[in-house]
Structure formats: C-alpha cells, structure tokens
C-alpha cells in the first residue's frame, strides 16, 4: 500500500509516525487502512459511557448549584469524592486536602514538573513514555535524563540506570502505570523496589496512573500511592480513561505523602499558588464526580475491560502474522501496544 519513493523523515512521536505512515500511503491503493495510533475509544458505540455519569452532569446542569467559578483546587465535595476513590486501594486514608482537581491528567503532569524545576535540576524519565510529560520538563528547563525500560522483563524500569544516573541534583523520576504506550502493568514487587530505589536516592516518585484499573492481564493494577510510606508519591489521575470521557476535561494531581515530606518542603504551597494562575475544570463536572465516582458499577468496568481484551487478542493474532513485526511483551493495560520492526524486511516488500 506504500508510494514508490518513501518519505523518510524521522518521526518523533507517535502521531508523527501516524502522519509519517499516512503521507506514504498510496493514493492509487483503495484498500481500506485502520489507524492504530487512534487513542480515543469513547466516539465508538461500545466504548460509550456510564449512565451514571451522564445522569450526574444532568443532575448538576439542574441543580444550579454549580455555574459559578471554582475554587481553587477544586470543589469541596469533588476532592473528597476522589479522596475517598483513591483511598479504596489503600491501607490509609487519603484527604481532601491532598487532592488538587486539574484541567485533565495533561494539566496535573505540567502544574507537578512546574513545582519541581529549579535551576541545574533533572528529572528521570522512562523511555519509552509519554511526550507530553517531557515536553513540560524542556519548556521548565529541566534536564531529561532518560532510563529505559526493559521489554523482555514486561518494560520494567531498569533500576540499575537509575541509580547510576541519579544525583545530588535529580528531583524526581516518572513511572507511567499502565503503561503508555507500552502496555506494561507492574507488579507490587516491582513497585516497591521504585519506592525503595526513589528513597535511597532521596527523590520523588510522580506516577502518572490515568490507565489506572484498566488492566485485562494477569497482573492487577497496584497503585504506587500503596508505597508513599517509603517514598513520597504524586500521583496523576483522571475520570478520562477509565470512564471514557477525555472530552470533560477532569483530572487530578493527589500528593500521597502520610510522612509530610511535601508539605514540609512546601511543595503543596508551590501547587495551590500555581493553580490560582491556571485554567481550572469546568464547575459543572467537578460537581458530578461524586456521583460519578460512587456510583458506577462494576458492570460497566468488566463491559470495558472485556472489550479491550478482546480487540487485543485480535490485535495481537494479526500481528504475529506479519513477518517484519514482533511484539516484544504483550500488552496487559491501557489503549497501546509496543511493536518492534524488521527494517531491512519491510523495505524488501
């Protein structure tokens, strides 16, 4: 389906591969192509809501109660219906205070490395991971130090490459999990030896979980929040994923700290002074999310989780098929896969 002459930039993200892949097809070609790089399921009729969340932005249109502008940080009960949400996989409780609602996952991502940048700073980013993070980290003018993740032990962080890239000067490292895009979900042994690794190198953990519980593998999904009694964690959420609503534009940024190590070094001040200058969720979502989040059934997670899996096993079936693809590590969470390419193969087709 390819044109004669390849276009040959390189791309460096993943819609530039899309874009790369698109401009390369050819035109006299009318088989139909699938994008894989399409990362929004919820304009599929299968991938729709709860209606439960659409009752509760019903309810919060009529009540009236919520067209004015919120505070900062976001509303009162909103905080605490996060809270109590994120405390149901832990063995303590979370506060409203800890929760900061943000303008999606994007948001909370940028207003966390913002608070960290200081001059000569660095942070540790996974590689493979997700643009977007390191896109904050250049505009803040920290530098990136990237450690790898290991395919073949299911892209797991190489702990040894952290150690010996950390210094005096390192004030965080980033986990994605799930995994985007490599679909890895990491086991509790795993994690704990992050958390143990982030303490001995005196530094934070900020683990992006919005794939959080969209897990159809053998392992469960273990948040790193679990963990904040060795290290402290940050952790970033949102309703987008899970509930398949990106477009209501709702996500968080919780401090996980039982120790007080943040608050101590003020970086809960630094959050709340960043976000009084910052767009902030629309008030009519935030007072839908306690119904939201206490409301929807298992049904509809075991609906989504069962389609996903599904389309995996398709997905996975037809690109064993293909002789200059391998897939290092089956996907177990999230929306993506991690394919490896046979260069040398594909340019012979």
Known sequence: MGTNVLKTETPTSIDDAVYFLKENLN??????????????????????????????????????KFNSYAPTGGILPARRAVADYLSRDLPYRLSPDDVYLTLGCNQAAEITIEVLARPGANILLPRPGYPDIEAYAIFNKLEIRQFDLLPERGWEVDLDTIEAMSDESTVAMVIINPGNPSGSVYTYNHLNKIAETARKLGIVVIADEVYGHLVYGSNPFVPM??????????????????????????GWLVTCDPSGLLRKDEIAESINKLLVYSPFPPTLIQGA????????????????INILRKNLEICYDKLKEIPCIMIPQKPEGAFFAMVKTNQELLLSY
């Open 27 to 64: 035109e006299g070609d009318h088989r139909p192509s699938i994008s894989f790089g399409f990362g929004d399921p919820s304009c599929f009729e299968c991938f729709r809501t709860t209606p439960v969340a659409e009752e509760a932005i019903v309810e919060a249109v009529r009540s009236a």
């Open 225 to 250: 929040s679990l963990f904040a009694t060795i290290v402290p964690v940050i952790t970033l959420g949102s309703v987008s994923k899970r509930w398949m609503i990106p477009g209501w534009g709702l």
């Open 289 to 304: 999310i306690p119904q939201i989040l206490e409301k929807t059934t298992q049904d509809f997670f075991s609906k989504t």
